[in-house]
């Protein structure tokens, strides 16, 4: 079963280690396809196969500085994959606020990739900053969100906030 409210979410985790960059999440084949082939191509070069494997609502649980190298959407990409959101010790900070850009939830927790397994169901609570691990009952607190970015992030992201705000019109065109 997935959760998810504005400021908590629950599902399956997939761990990946240190150093992910933004290559591997969206790689340079993707760019010339449209947005639903992209998702396609996520994590191709490392774990082919991986995208066929995720649910609605699966977590990634990963290592250090995830989401490091180019500003590419990377954060988009996982969110229209259908992830409930990530969990990280740390993040690029450019891929941080992309995920928070684009209503992607993310929240950085020092020890986390330690405090699971592949398949461990996760809970996270963003404005507390608490991460459960759910199979074994181990908890870690990291940074919580600010109820403004967990705003944003329920909102869809900054555009859905702006249109929930009436501060701009729903794009008929658009992909998100």
């Not at 500085?65 to 990377?74: D, K, L, V, W």
């Not at 969110?79 to 690029?92: D, F, I, T």
């Amino acid at each position: 079963m997935i959760e998810k409210s504005a400021s908590r979410y629950r599902g399956r985790v997939w761990i990946f280690g240190d150093e992910i960059n933004t290559d591997l999440i969206f790689p340079h084949a993707a760019f010339r396809v449209s947005p639903e082939e992209q998702i396609k191509f996520i994590f191709s070069d490392n774990r082919p196969g991986w995208v066929e494997l995720v649910s609605p609502g699966d977590i990634i649980v990963a290592g250090k500085n995830f989401g490091t190298g180019s500003s590419r959407p990377g954060a988009l990409l996982l969110k229209r994959l259908g992830l409930g959101g990530m969990v990280a010790e740390s993040y690029n900070g450019l891929f941080f606020r992309n995920c928070i850009s684009y209503g992607f939830a993310a929240l950085q927790c020092e020890g986390v990739i330690q405090m699971f397994s592949e398949g461990d169901y996760a809970v996270v609570d963003l404005l507390e900053g608490r991460v459960l691990n759910e199979t074994t009952g181990e908890k870690r607190f990291g940074a919580p969100l600010s109820q403004a970015v967990v705003d944003i992030v329920s909102a869809g992201g900054i555009e859905g906030l702006l249109i929930q705000e009436g501060y701009m019109d729903k794009m008929e065109d658009n992909n998100d």
